[in-house]
């Protein structure tokens, strides 16, 4: 069985800087793979250029077998590559709704535009949202604009779905909820590539962990293991405090 | 914006043709050419309103569209073409202009989208002056005369102006119902957001682009055959690009009915200016239009007219009460 996602050498300069390097790794479907780094290892940079935001300038992006290297953001969507946004990007004068049908209209395939609101409830309804569907988007909350475009990605029915940090800002009780969503979301058959700075969602949520450092890829395994790689630590802390961290962790 | 459309646009705007297609009829030549104006003026703001209102992008190059319709028009009729034919002609012309231009330049966003539409007005008045043998240069263009007695004429001119301003108008109904505008609507609120929910976003704005071009080429088309001959100055005139834009944003972009209301409140304004201010209407009209965008910055549509109507009777009632 062939890999739902796969990047083969993927690199992205902007003028001399390698943003991202070199960097390869398959997606199986079905699978739930989060993506963490430091701040500026080139997490969302890799998005963008799984998702045709930025053409990668080498390397290769394969989606269910076919090179979709060259594509434009629009194309990826129709094709069942729905991402998200870290800084979510609503249309704000239209109302939750209209938001989630834009998304149903242009990026999935509705018979016609009743379809695309049904489809749209629907996905609200999924995602908890549905008592605020006439709301103007720019009234909702933070975590309910999350939400928003987590339903968004989900109206295009989408084969593999990129999530840029959609837990970020977001207190306790609002993760666990998230959480389940996203377990919820998995459950429909949807890939998921996370990229996350909590540990709690990295650890409960998927089954391998990959580990970006100045736009390359450091690591890759199981995320228990991962949280003691002495590189991955390194990357986050520094060596001094990553070896008095492994002296610490060896004594107990 | 998806629930069912009021029909109320669309009964004021009939009512509305219906009663500009009387002045013949009822009022004098003057008040025939005042119609006229209005009309022409309208389908330019109405076209403007598909680029400018519904996608956002601040267009200026109403004026290019409009003198290479002028042009278009004018070289067809000079070799023959009959009249109407000669104005069809300038619509289909112009919108093949705008498809390529388009292309290019609405890779560009914002102030360089507005800078880029704008110059197309520049080197088009450029090509047209530089290219003597053709387009006779500086030295204008005598075009083909409509037939008829002056009366009969300019009722003619008006109900052809009419009939694009009902076209752009539908154009608009057509455009705020569709797919087409639901995108449209999209890529003005945020245009990486449609992009990434699936919208092709540089077709939908070369579509709207097109859209807002054929309707000014025709206008030129027709403006100058009525008026008989034409210049670079006079067709690629900076005010109309500018002008344009500023008629639908008094009345409300990205409405319906906007750019109607703001073609008439500034054609009128500026004949009463004109007719009474010879030296200082220029300096009063740019005066109103800093003090509309200042305190109307929605538009006259856009004024919240029931709490503005209940005010007066309020203040009344107040003033009874101690008494």
Known sequence: MSPILELQNVSRAFGGIKAVNDVSFKLEEGEIVALIGPNGAGKTTLVNAITGVHTPTAGKVFFEGGDVTRQKPFQAARRGLARTFQIVQPFPKMTVLENVAASALFGGHPESLAEAHDHAARELDFVGLGHVAQSPAASLTLPNRKRLELAKSLAMSPKVLLLDEVNAGLNATEIDGALDLIRRIAARGVSILIIEHLMKVVLSLSSRVLVLHHGELIAEGPPQEMVHDRKVIEAYLGPKFAERFQKEMALG | ??????????????????????????????EVRIAISIAMFTALALSWNIIGGFTGYPSFSTAAFYGIGCYVGALAQR??????????????FVGG????????????????????SIALVDISRLVVSSWGEVTGGGNGLNVPLLQGRPPEVSALVLYVMLGIMAAAFLANVLVDRSRLGFGLRCIEQNEDAADMVGIDTTRYKIAAYVLSAVFPGAVGAVYASWVGYIDPTDSFDILTTVKVPVMA???GAGTLLGPVVGAVSFVLLEEIFWANFLEWNRAIMGAIVVALIFFLPGGILKLDWRAILRRPSRRKAAERKPG
């Open chain 2, 97 to 116: 202009v705008s498809f390529l231009i388009g292309a290019i330049v609405l890779r560009l966003k914002g102030h360089y989208f507005a800078i880029g």
């Open chain 2, 79 to 92: 070799s023959g073409v009959p009249a109407a034919l000669a104005w069809l002609a300038a619509a289909a």
């Open chain 2, 1 to 30: 914006m998806m629930a069912r459309k009021s029909p109320w646009p669309l009964i004021a705007m009939a009512l509305w043709l219906a009663a500009l297609a009387l002045t013949p009829v009822v009022l004098g030549n003057y």
């Open chain 2, 249 to 251: 944003m008094l009345g």
